[in-house]
């Protein structure tokens, strides 16, 4: 009798299934169909594509290098991974040949910002959160060349920094007399470990790094950096400026462990800009075993500038418009036809009937946005590339979910604009209500008309959220950079911004299947 | 006799005759959303200029800020409701069949879109005073409390100011172009959601694509003259005019440029179609 149930239960559960089948086929059939969708669909690829293409024609790089000569801008320096940097310091290093260490007691660490925006007519005394003073082991001088580093920070603790890209923290605080920082770096073949202590006796290890073939012979010594001040100024639509400091430290216990003959210390700037102001030069004095360095510069990755495969998508918002349009029409044609009443006849199942049109409208929304996408990325790449413009690289990964991710975005707007069809069966005012919705965030974020922290907060509530699924430069927390809509960048990270699209079309779905069920077609 | 005469009088009216006028009021007037699409196009408009408003100049920093364009951000998003309005008074009669019966009561038809026109305006400008004018007050209330005060050079925002009167003013008729240049081009779609997606594609996208291209002069110089949003938005411009890529005025009649081509096209298309 168990069985006789389960069976007929199967049964039930398989003739449902194949209602579902048959009223999905229905809705694919009425999309296939018409021309019309059919157009429309076409016109969503190709304006994606058109207006990417336009957009970037319509770029050129500000490079007014001789022919012939390089650019000086963003990617003329580029670190181990391929990402562009920065590399200014000042070095006092001497040759270590073979396994050693180098240990450094920080005891000071100062410093000059010019015009702060509390002042803005003088150079006052300060540190930035992000200067840095300590010991560093590097292949070369080169720059852009392979590092570890330790050291003290303006306010983020104690760090090892390698490779620009990576970050791990330390001991917390800042360094003065009272409290001073010792800082380590040992090397053991291709592997550098840093070390800290606040003692010199009582040494903890904070990491390690293989440095794929290191030579023999690498640099090792003291450096001081100090980034641009970088500041959002009180006006409005991501003004920021960065303006020059200047950071001075204090060493004493300077070691190198070697085996061979101990050297001389040699100071000089890396990365120094020939004719660049006084207070970019930097300087070393040396008394009795005290080393005060001074520099300005960064060895970090560069943020916030150039450009990445993100510009060539531009046209993903007219896309976006035409799939909003289409969407709503779906629903709001078949209710202004009166067919709407054939179909609910057809299938009685009206939340199946919404769950098919929304399985349709995606799937053929997002392959319109796949397809432009895909072809839209490699062309302005090469057109870009052609008009001289730096482009960020960007992983085949992140690549891929640049390009399926501008196809979701267009999808899910999709089908959110099919439940407010539904809802408000209208469609002047439901697509006035999704374009609303998502496209007019960004023209606010973009067209300087909102102070930042209000742009933020509109790409973090609204649909519109979902376009960080297009950002591909990564945001680093060890760097303070424009971090701006203009520039690619998103408050939320890439999913988090699409899951934001996809609750607004969940509870939009949520809400069309009750009003459906609920009221006469 | 008298119908005669009041026929031929009624031939020397502009927009054909003033029953055409009656009779569209009627059908805008006795229709529910168009209540609720200019209640709506008024509290957005206001909503948003109050909390762009509500941005703060901290003690102490100069703030670059142009305030009357500031405050007047909410016709970005009160626009959009004014383009649907526009676009429904047209397109639902097409949804409907309306149209037919309306062409049939109205044999001239550019007479009847002008009617239709002449109506809308109205009512824009109506809902465009009250919602710039709410703006402009809720600029006036909130602005002096975060710091825009008359002692760091933001005076109390006032109508009796000649700059801030031609923003403001400006602005309501910025709408009135919009819902004309919207009208015109759902008289050549026909379909509302169709129409709507154009108008807005055509307003909002001009705005994305300079942020694009914002690293080529010439490209950004063209867009920032000739998109209807930019161009007609530089009617908000107070400060800063020498370095406008075009006058303030001179962009609002690029808008309304665009406005007359729309219409006009309306016009061909309506004549030569069968509806």
Request: glycine share 12%; hydrophobic share 50%.
């Amino acid at each position: 009798m168990t069985a006789g149930m389960t069976a007929r239960r199967r049964a039930g559960e398989r003739a449902r299934q194949a209602r579902f089948g048959l009223v999905l086929r229905a809705e694919w059939t009425k999309i296939r169909t018409v021309r019309g969708w059919v157009i429309g669909m076409i016109v969503a690829a190709l304006v994606t594509v058109a207006l990417g293409l336009l957009s970037s024609l319509a770029t050129h790089s500000h490079c007014f290098a001789r022919p012939g000569q390089a650019c000086p801008g963003p990617g003329s320096i580029v670190g181990p991974g391929g990402e562009p940097v920065s590399d200014g310091y000042y070095f006092v290093r001497q040759p270590l040949a073979g396994n050693g260490s180098i240990t450094a007691k920080v005891t000071s660490l100062a410093g000059l910002i010019t015009y702060p925006p509390d002042h803005p007519n003088a150079i006052v005394s300060g540190v930035v959160p992000w200067a840095k003073a300590g010991v560093i082991i590097e292949p070369s001088t080169r720059q852009g060349s392979a590092y570890a580093a330790v050291m003290v920070t303006g306010s983020h603790g104690v760090r090892m920094q390698y490779n620009y890209t990576s970050d791990l923290a330390g001991l917390p605080g800042g360094v003065s007399a009272a409290s001073p920082r010792w800082l380590r770096l040992t090397r053991s073949g291709d592997t550098l470990t840093g070390y800290q202590s606040a003692d010199g006796t009582h040494w903890t290890e904070i990491g390690a790094v293989t440095l794929a073939g290191l030579p023999v012979t690498v640099q090792a010594g003291l450096f001081v950096a100090s980034p641009s001040y970088v500041f959002t100024t009180p006006g409005f639509g991501g003004g920021f400026a960065g303006h020059l400091t200047q950071a001075t430290a204090v060493f004493d216990h300077v070691s190198l462990q070697d085996k061979a003959a101990r050297g001389t210390w040699a100071g000089g700037g890396v990365g120094v800009i020939p004719g660049g102001p006084a207070l970019a030069r930097g300087g070393l004095k040396e008394s009795a075993g005290r080393f005060t360095v001074t520099r300005t510069g960064d060895i970090a990755p560069l943020a916030g500038v150039g450009r990445s495969i993100e510009a060539t998508l531009q046209g993903t918002f007219a896309g976006l418009i035409v799939v909003i349009v289409l969407g709503v029409m779906f629903v709001t044609a078949e209710y202004r036809r009166g067919l709407i009443r054939t179909t609910l006849a057809a299938s009685p199942r009206r939340g199946q009937v919404l769950a098919a049109k929304a399985i349709v409208i995606g799937s053929v929304s997002f392959v319109a946005g796949l397809v432009g996408a895909a072809a839209v990325v490699p062309l302005g790449e090469h057109i870009l590339r052609a008009h001289g413009v730096y482009l960020h690289p960007v992983s085949t990964l992140t690549g891929l979910r640049v390009i399926a991710g501008t196809g979701a975005l267009l999808a899910v707007t999709a089908i959110l604009a099919l439940a407010v069809g539904v809802m408000l069966r209208r469609s002047a005012g439901a697509v006035t209500a999704v374009i609303v919705a998502t496209v007019l965030p960004l023209v606010l974020a973009i067209s300087n008309v909102l102070p930042v922290g209000a742009t933020d907060w509109l790409l973090r509530l609204t649909p519109a959220a979902a376009f960080a699924i297009q950002q591909d430069v990564p945001q680093y927390s060890q760097v303070i950079a424009a971090y701006t809509v203009t520039r690619g960048y998103y408050p939320l990270t890439p999913w988090a911004g699409f899951a934001v699209l996809c609750g607004y079309a969940a509870l939009a779905l949520i809400l069309a299947a009750v009003l459906l069920r609920k009221r006469a077609a | 006799m008298t119908e005669t005469l009041g026929r031929r009088g009624a031939s020397r009216c502009p927009f054909g005759s003033t029953r055409a006028l009656h009779a569209e009021w009627t059908k805008v007037r006795t229709v529910a959303g168009t209540f609720w699409l200019l209640a709506a196009a008024i509290a957005l408009t206001v909503t948003v200029g109050a909390a762009a408003a509500a941005t703060r100049c901290p003690a102490g920093l100069a703030c670059p800020v142009d305030t009357a364009r500031l405050t007047l951000t909410g016709v970005q998003l009160g626009q959009a409701l004014i383009a649907t309005l526009a676009v429904l008074v047209i397109s639902s009669e097409y949804s409907t069949g309306m149209i037919r019966i309306t062409l049939t009561a109205m044999p001239r038809r550019p007479a009847m879109l002008a009617a239709k026109a002449v109506v809308l305006v109205g009512l824009v400008l109506a809902a465009g005073a009250v919602a710039v004018a709410g703006s402009v007050l809720a600029g006036r209330v909130i602005l002096p409390g975060h710091g825009f005060t008359a002692a760091r050079g933001f005076p109390l925002e006032s109508l009796a100011d000649g700059p801030t009167l031609r923003a403001a003013a400006g602005s309501v008729l910025y709408l009135a172009l919009i819902a004309l240049l919207s009208l015109g081009i759902a008289t050549v779609v026909r379909d509302s959601a169709v129409a709507i997606g154009v108008v807005l594609g055509l307003l909002y996208l001009s705005p994305i694509i300079l942020s694009a291209v914002a690293g080529d002069p010439v490209w950004s110089h063209r867009l920032e003259r000739y998109a209807p949003m930019n161009a007609g938005l530089t009617i908000q411009d107070t400060t800063g005019l020498h370095g406008l890529p075009i006058s303030p005025w001179g962009g609002l009649g690029v808008l309304a440029a665009w406005a007359a081509a729309a219409m006009l096209a309306g016009v061909l298309v309506l004549r030569w179609r069968d509806a």
